[in-house]
């Protein structure tokens, strides 16, 4: 099933493009549009995006994998990054990073089986004087010491169900968390035509 | 002591419009549409602003590089942070964003814009709704929009957001990341002051830079010039971070020495026990410093010439040539401090910030995607205890090679604090290799 956007991103989309003197400036923007809609960028979403902006496929495609931030697989409902970056590695953001293994199993890139929790390693966050700092889906936690980061999972775990719930669920988006681990997303978008790549 | 940028720093009011206001916020804006725009680039080239993002280029001078018969201008706010250690433009943004809008707006008229663009880190969502609020505001207020504070010059203000790349803070690249395109930076010249966004002269400045602009324009540009050291006006909001006891933004003058920035503004360090082993003067590019280096005010020029602080060596003995041919010591940059206590392994820290550089390199030029790459994993090995026979001085081969040989200062930004870490922590370096295995 093709996507589209919904009205409200449509709305959005149409104030957005007067802001630039070309249509191409505002990919990023409506790449933004589209990963908050659909929670991560298919091949489809892509698809989509370059059909809205009269640009190539292969020029979106270009952008997206030059950025970080867009994501080419579906993310746990808490995205968890760590920032290891010298400020915070001075203040033991890499016994954070392994706490964080700990607890929820997992290696950095990596997704619990039942989608709650990815966890990454990123580079520095611009928070160094609060460090070690993590960044949880939108929200900064600074500092976050080691020694916090099992009662922080514990009720991030709680607090799960009722922001799945909370999320909009765009119609006709497919699957804005699945369950299914890292690969899996990779494997899809090989099948939809566009090459495996690497994560970030 | 003088606080300009920091000021509103605590009050959480001082974020909406109608507080702004009645501190004296746009009062600057209101005076700048009674002077011409050549008045107010003479005002900041007087109050030797320079350039907070981390080259330290004078503010005016760039504006006056615009031609005169330009049709279509525009000003572009770097708020792209994320040189590691850096994180007042953050900070300054949650706090007071009106004043990023009024020195921005200020700034745009001078060089005759009609719409400038906030280009903000991706990461930043909480300061992006800041911003948007902010703007918004202005707009309803009529300081942005058909008639600039009743000046009949239209103004708009887009605030942009970033996607998660490092290298879209340097301006070319930015650039070419508000087009919609890859973040890659672009080969200068021509410079944006004549062929900039979208093909269009634009003048790029950081957040901080913009932000001082209302308060030179109140109390005019000798008074700003005179908190500095010659060539180098007003004050700095120094991000102070790692092993000090008072981590935070801390606004000094320009030229308060390094020394009191950490002990004195930053309550010395975190634990008695451990005393000063180096210090990270401007963001993780700028050549480290041991603790023997910090007598020296905090300043371009000052840190570029000081004997304090030794030059940086292509080799032992060999003194590394940079630019025109000058040696180089090192630089305040983006003015992020990052204090280092002994007891630290330079070599595990020279790895991360290699890392973080191999990462983030863009690709474009062999030199840096290929030679970060290597000093990455060659200093990660040695950290590791993993090392090979040689291997310091293939990292001191390959760091040669990267600097001076790209597109865009991200080379300049590996070799530098690699050099400077052999220069200054060469044996911690070689103990790692002689332990190796042969």
Aim: charged fraction near 20%; include cysteine.
């Amino acid at each position: 099933m093709a996507l589209s956007f919904s009205p409200q991103a449509h709305e959005r989309i149409a104030r957005l493009l007067p802001q630039y003197p070309t249509r191409m400036a505002a990919c990023l923007p409506v790449l933004w549009v589209a990963q908050e809609e659909f929670g991560w960028l298919s091949a489809e979403a892509m698809r989509l995006v370059a059909a809205t902006l009269e640009l190539p496929e292969s020029h979106v495609y270009s952008v997206v994998t030059f950025y970080t931030m867009y994501r080419r697989h579906p993310v746990g409902t808490y995205h968890i990054q760590v920032c290891t970056n010298v400020a915070c590695m001075l203040r033991d953001a890499y016994q954070v990073l392994s706490r964080f293994e700990r607890a929820l199993e997992l290696k950095p890139g990596e997704t619990t089986p039942d989608g709650t929790f990815t966890l990454s390693e990123v580079e520095c966050l611009a928070a160094c004087g609060t460090a070690p700092c993590v960044q949880i889906n939108d929200r900064y936690h600074e500092p976050v010491r080691p020694e916090e980061v099992e009662a922080l999972v514990t009720r991030l775990r709680l607090e799960a169900p009722a922001l799945r719930a909370a999320r909009p669920v765009a119609p006709a988006a497919g699957p804005i968390v699945t369950a299914q681990p890292v690969p899996a997303a990779d494997r899809a978008a090989t099948a939809q035509g566009l090459p495996a790549v690497e994560r970030d | 002591m003088t606080r300009i940028v920091t000021q509103h720093f605590g009050n959480d009011q001082a974020k909406q419009l109608a507080v702004y206001e009645q501190l004296g916020g746009y009062a600057a804006l209101r005076k700048a549409v009674s002077l011409t725009p050549q008045q107010i680039i003479d005002e900041v080239i007087a109050s030797n602003l320079t350039g907070r993002g981390g080259a330290g280029f004078p503010a005016g001078k760039k504006w006056s590089f615009i031609p005169k018969d330009a049709e279509t201008v525009y000003l572009v706010v770097n708020a792209d942070e994320g040189e590691p250690g850096t994180f007042k433009d953050r900070w300054l943004m949650y706090w007071d964003p009106h004043r990023l809008i009024e020195g921005a707006c200020i700034a745009a008229y001078a060089i005759r814009a009609h719409r400038f663009f906030i280009y903000i880190r991706g990461e930043l969502v909480r300061e992006l709704r800041v911003l948007e609020q902010a703007v918004a505001e202005a707009y309803a207020r009529g300081y942005l929009g058909p008639s600039m504070a009743g000046s009949g010059w239209a103004m708009d203000a887009v605030v942009h957001r970033g996607a998660g790349a490092y290298i879209c803070g340097e301006e070319t690249s930015l650039l070419n990341s508000l087009e919609g395109k890859r973040g890659y930076p672009r080969l200068k010249p021509p410079y944006p002051a004549l062929r900039g966004l979208f093909d269009q002269p634009t003048v790029v400045n950081n957040v901080e830079t913009l932000m001082n602009v209302p308060t030179i324009l109140e109390r005019g540009g000798h008074w700003f010039a005179d908190l500095g050291v010659p060539g180098d006006g007003g004050t700095r909001a120094v991000a102070l971070s790692g092993h000090v006891k008072s981590p935070g933004i801390h606004e000094v003058p320009v030229g308060t020495s390094l020394r009191s920035i950490i002990f004195e503004q930053g309550g010395g360090m975190r634990e008695a026990a451990k005393p000063l082993k180096a210090v990270i003067p401007g963001g993780s590019s700028m050549p480290i410093l041991s603790a023997a280096e910090i007598d020296v005010p905090y300043a371009f020029q000052a840190m570029l010439k000081s004997e304090q602080i030794r030059e940086v060596e292509q080799a032992p003995g060999v003194k590394f040539r940079w630019g025109a041919g000058g040696t180089l010591r090192s630089m305040p940059g983006s003015g992020a401090v990052t204090v280092i206590e002994e007891g630290t392994c330079m070599v595990a820290l020279c790895a991360r910030i290699m890392r973080f550089y191999a990462h983030e390199s863009c690709g474009q030029c062999t030199p840096c995607r290929e030679g970060s790459g290597w000093l990455a994993q060659v200093c990660t090995r040695l950290a590791r205890g993993a090392g090979r026979r040689g291997d310091v001085d293939l990292l001191q081969r390959v760091a040669g090679q990267i600097g001076g040989n790209t597109i865009c200062a991200l080379g300049d930004a590996v070799t530098w604090p690699m050099l400077a870490f052999l220069t200054k922590f060469r044996g911690e370096f070689e103990a790692k290799e002689a332990g190796a295995a042969p």
